[in-house]
């Protein structure tokens, strides 16, 4: 048997709320009802996902999903061992026997044949057909599903089904204010607030360019990671080249264009 | 005439009326900046220049010029120049000898060691010697016609350009306007468009051209603006230089921008967009009509510092860039009794408002200056509460010298600030009360119908250059003929088409392909397994390959037929019946047809030309266009004329190619030769202007390949298309090998 406790999460997580997100959550939880979280990269969706299990005390089981990932990494497979084939649980399967929240993030980057086999978890069956072993689960009273994805980068080619869509309800999640985010920052890290603010100032010149060139602007967990880098000691120039404009460009004009803001605004 | 003048008067041995009257004056400058020997020289090389029967100009120019060239220049230029002065004169370019003595003063100037003149004398003499013409080959008869006009010249271009830059611009001009004296004229009077194309590639400094995406860039990452930058040319209008300026058509700002005070070029572009986009932001327009000009100004400079102190405390690494570009006038520079010193008052203030370390003493300036920062403490303040702490300033320290016309202008221009026009509004037009003159309509030349002409650079082999904005290309729709002629060409072919046919079927793409055998994989192949398994206890070696994965294969392919319409395809075949051109219609259609078939898109376009002015480009069948009757009837009036400038074509059919969204980008090139045009004597040119066509297109992932129906093509095809050609010898079997071609191609 599956050990649960491996799923909990066992510190609290710290999330800043942006709205009313918890108490929807929690309503949608109370009625298992399938969660769709949606937002640019590094805005938060996995922290609050991650919250949320706390929470409500569940546990959690994460799938980053991936172009190669095949219905069988999520359901199960048989494997050989020296007596002949034994059948392994995928975490989609495990999530449903414990009755654990499993949260499939990045969905888009799965195939779309992939993600058809959550479908009668999502619905009012609430099953998990294993046609190659032959077995049909029922999912255990807590098990709920929640998937997330960014509509930011998709293609033509990377969209969820409308038959995958409208199995869920939504939170559409983006980039706190600034106010928010400079506290976010500052409670992350320990720097002070005009520090958060400073970097925050860096990281809405690299929104503001989004879909000129960028994917994605420079997401609050980068923010994170460069206010920790200045937290222990690198100079802020440096930790922004390094955490904020490197990492997120291969292009020069834009790279340019982000250090000379990055030194418009430390002085 | 001093005595002593008059010595040396009689030494040069001159008549010249015109001379006689400046000759004292010369002599005393000449007295001062020349020692003795050199004095001697300096005379004795004026009266060999009087000498030499060209009149009094020449002789005129050195006697003024040759003082200012000396004292710039310390060791002696004199041998270089009358060495060069003596090969003008042997040559039949005489003439030239007057424009050259008298624009050497700025060259000087410009060029202030002997070595650096002594370059610009090398390319003088290069230039001189290369477009001298002769009429039998034997002796030089017919002068050069650029030389006068490039003396003429010189000094503005040394002003933009460094002696390297000079050195390649008059390389080009020698190169292609060697052989048509009108245009070489023309080129070395800076009148021709790729003279200052060429110019402006060779000039010093930041370039906006170069740095356009960066500022674009910098607008909208740092100031939430989109606006289109425009630049204004800083070439020809030394007098009036522009300012910056913003208005409904966008910000203009310079065209290139020198390093100055240790602030590169680009972070001045910057300066001048944060500080219109700060006026953008914080500055609301003011009516203009019951102030005086000076009131207007002091309220301009007033405001500009508000706008730079706002911008500074938005991006305090501004500050740096602000205080290094903005002048600081010390205090004493000028005598308020005789100048009017208002716009330098107003220039210091703005000093002091944005460097607190200022360090000027004047009361009524650091008051003001106190009173300005309080009234920015609580927030942006408002232009209008700037515009009466300018007005109060103004009346307060108002002198009478205000309004002299001696104005003191140093270190009062900030060069990152734009003209204000947009903090103006005035409520009347002007005193007129009607327009007498209403503007006349220009007659223009009526254009050819189509689209405007596009530009495209072409490749000059010898030099390694591109030759900017050098071809003209017309776009037109191809014009529409008889559909069903395509269709009785596709039934005469029907069993190649059959045949054709079932080709396609097996290229269909078929999406899902299973791979077996992978030691990795997404699922286990339980036959394989099985077996393995068996093995496995019988005590053999397992197969460790028991995986199968799945794999989309899609077909991906965008492809535009480029066909050459060029004269020689009116040609009749070697078999005699049809012309090359009716062959080639019938080929198309086929390809098209069955390109139609597989689903793949294909664009097809014809293109030939008439000298560079002329290249027409002629759609035919676009990518999202099905192959119905309007294209069948636009293949049908196929004609053929003109000539095969193929660079141009190559270049806007990748730019079309390009833009598509495909995972192969395939350019078929139908082809009957090698690239000519009229206007082209080199044979190797075009060629290599196509050759170097397509290493652009492989820049941008479009794969061109070349079909060409010319038995020697072997030649020259490989040179250009690399491995990517073949030749159709039986011209009689091209339908058939085209269409088997592009399978091929694509399998």
């Not at chain 2, 141009?648 to 090139?669: C, E, F, M, N, S």
Request: hydrophobic share 40%.
């Amino acid at each position: 048997m599956t050990n649960t406790t491996q799923y909990l999460i066992k510190q609290k997580p710290f999330y800043q709320p942006q709205g009313n997100e918890i108490a929807l959550y929690e309503a949608a939880y109370a009625a298992r009802l399938p969660v769709m979280v949606k937002g640019p990269t590094g805005c938060g969706k996995s922290r609050f996902v991650e919250y949320m299990a706390w929470k409500l005390g569940k546990p959690l089981v994460t799938v980053a999903c991936n172009e190669d990932m095949t219905a069988s990494d999520l359901v199960g497979r048989y494997l050989l061992d020296a007596n002949g084939t034994r059948w392994l649980d995928g975490p989609l399967t495990t999530a449903a026997r414990i009755g654990a929240i499993c949260y499939l993030d990045e969905i888009v980057e799965a195939r779309q044949d992939t993600t058809v086999v959550i479908h009668p978890l999502t619905d009012h069956r609430r099953t998990l057909p294993l046609d190659k072993k032959g077995e049909l689960i029922e999912a255990h009273p807590d098990f709920q599903l929640v998937i997330s994805y960014n509509p930011g980068y998709q293609s033509l080619m990377k969209d969820l089904k409308q038959s995958t869509k409208q199995r869920f309800t939504g939170f559409e999640f983006d980039y706190p204010s600034a106010e928010l985010e400079a506290g976010i920052v500052a409670e992350e890290t320990g720097v002070e607030r005009a520090l958060a603010a400073k970097l925050i100032k860096i990281a809405h010149t690299a929104r503001n360019l989004k879909g000129h060139g960028l994917d994605e602007g420079i997401s609050t967990r980068l923010l994170v990671y460069a206010a920790t880098l200045i937290g222990r000691g690198v100079a802020p120039h440096d930790a922004c080249r390094m955490a904020l404009a490197r990492p997120i460009t291969d292009d020069a004009d834009i790279r340019a264009t982000l250090d000379h803001a990055i030194d418009a605004v430390f002085a | 005439m001093q005595p002593r003048i008059q010595t040396y008067w009689h030494e040069l041995d001159c008549g010249f009326q015109p001379v006689a009257e400046v000759f004292e004056e010369c002599a005393l400058a000449a007295l001062a900046a020349l020692d003795p020997t050199r004095f001697t020289a300096y005379l004795d090389a004026a009266c060999i220049l009087g000498k030499l029967g060209r009149g009094p100009e020449p002789m005129l120019a050195f006697l003024e010029g040759w003082p200012q060239v000396a004292a710039v220049i310390k060791d002696d230029p004199l041998p270089p120049v009358m060495d060069f002065i003596r090969a003008m004169q042997k040559s039949p370019n005489g003439p030239a000898i007057a424009p050259f003595l008298q624009t050497l003063p700025a060259v000087a100037r410009c060029q202030p060691t002997l070595a650096l003149l002594q370059d610009y004398l090398d390319i003088a003499r290069d230039l001189m010697t290369r477009t001298t013409g002769s009429v039998h080959g034997l002796q030089q008869t017919i002068a050069s016609p650029g030389l006068p006009e490039f003396f003429t010249q010189v000094p503005q271009l040394l002003d933009l350009l460094s002696l390297e830059g000079l050195r390649r611009w008059t390389e080009y001009g020698i190169r292609n306007h060697g052989n048509h004296p009108e245009r070489q004229v023309e080129y070395f009077r800076l009148a021709a468009a790729d003279s200052r194309a060429v110019m402006q590639r060779e000039r010093h400094g930041t370039l906006f051209h170069d740095v356009e995406r960066r500022l674009d860039l910098y607008l909208r990452a740092l100031w939430s603006e989109q606006e289109i930058l425009v630049p204004y040319s800083t070439a020809f209008d030394a007098i009036r230089q522009p300012v910056p300026y913003d208005d409904k058509q966008g910000m203009r700002v310079p065209d290139v921008i020198d390093d100055s005070n240790g602030i590169s070029g680009l972070d001045r572009y910057r300066a001048i967009l944060a500080h219109m986009a700060g006026h953008r932001r914080w500055s609301t327009p003011l009516i203009a009509d019951n102030w005086s000009p000076f009131q207007r100004m002091a309220v301009e400079f007033f405001e500009d510092a508000r706008i730079d102190l706002l911008l500074m405390r938005e991006y305090p690494g501004l500050r740096r860039v602000f205080l290094a570009l903005h002048p600081r006038p010390e205090e004493d520079a000028c005598d308020p009794e005789t100048t009017s010193t208002l716009r330098f008052r107003l220039a210091m203030i703005s000093r002091a408002i944005l460097d607190p370390g200022h360090g000027y003493r004047d009361p009524a300036l650091n008051e003001t200056v106190a009173r300005f920062h309080a009234l920015l403490a609580a927030g942006p303040a408002s232009t209008a509460a700037l515009a009466e702490l300018a007005l109060a300033y103004v009346a307060r320290t108002r002198r009478q010298s205000d309004q002299f016309a001696k104005i003191h202008f140093a270190d009062t221009v900030v060069s990152y600030r734009d003209d204000n026009r947009q903090l103006w509004r005035f409520i009347e037009q002007g005193d007129e009360e009607e327009a007498f003159d209403e503007p006349r309509q220009s007659q223009r030349a009526a254009e050819p119908a189509g689209l405007p002409p596009r530009h495209y650079p072409e490749w000059d082999y010898q030099t390694q250059t591109y030759r900017p904005d050098w071809v003209s290309l017309y776009e037109a729709l191809h014009p529409a003929g008889e559909p069903l002629k395509i269709d009785r060409l596709l039934a005469k072919h029907a069993a190649l088409a059959k045949r054709l046919k079932r080709l396609l079927d097996l290229l269909k793409p078929q999406d899902k392909v299973r791979i077996r055998y992978q030691e990795e994989g997404a699922e286990l192949d339980l036959d394989i397994a099985l077996r393995a398994l068996i093995d496995f206890k019988s005590g053999a070696q397992p197969d460790p390959r028991i995986n199968m994965s799945h794999q989309t294969a899609g077909r991906d392919i965008a492809v535009l037929l480029l066909l050459d319409l060029s004269e020689s395809l009116n040609e009749k075949t070697p078999a005699g019946d049809q012309s090359i051109l009716e062959l080639s219609q019938e080929a198309v259609s086929l390809l098209a047809w069955a390109i139609d078939r597989l689903g793949d898109p294909l664009a097809i376009a014809g293109f030939h030309s008439d000298t560079r002015h002329q290249v027409r480009y002629q759609h035919i069948k676009g990518f999202s266009e099905s192959w119905n009757d309007e294209v069948k009837a636009r293949l049908a009036a196929m004609e053929a004329g003109w000539s095969t400038r193929m660079g141009a074509a190559l270049r806007h059919a990748g730019h079309y190619l390009g833009a598509r969204q495909a995972d192969k980008k395939l350019l078929l090139v139908l082809t009957d030769g090698r690239p000519s045009d009229v206007d082209v004597s080199d044979e190797r040119a075009l060629s290599e202007d196509a050759r170097r066509a397509v290493r652009e297109l492989a820049q941008q992932d479009v794969v061109p390949y070349c079909i060409s129906l010319d038995p020697q093509a072997d030649e020259y095809v490989a040179d250009i298309f690399g491995r990517r050609y073949s030749v159709i010898d039986n011209i009689q079997r091209l339908p058939e090998k085209l269409s088997e071609l592009f399978i091929a191609l694509t399998k």
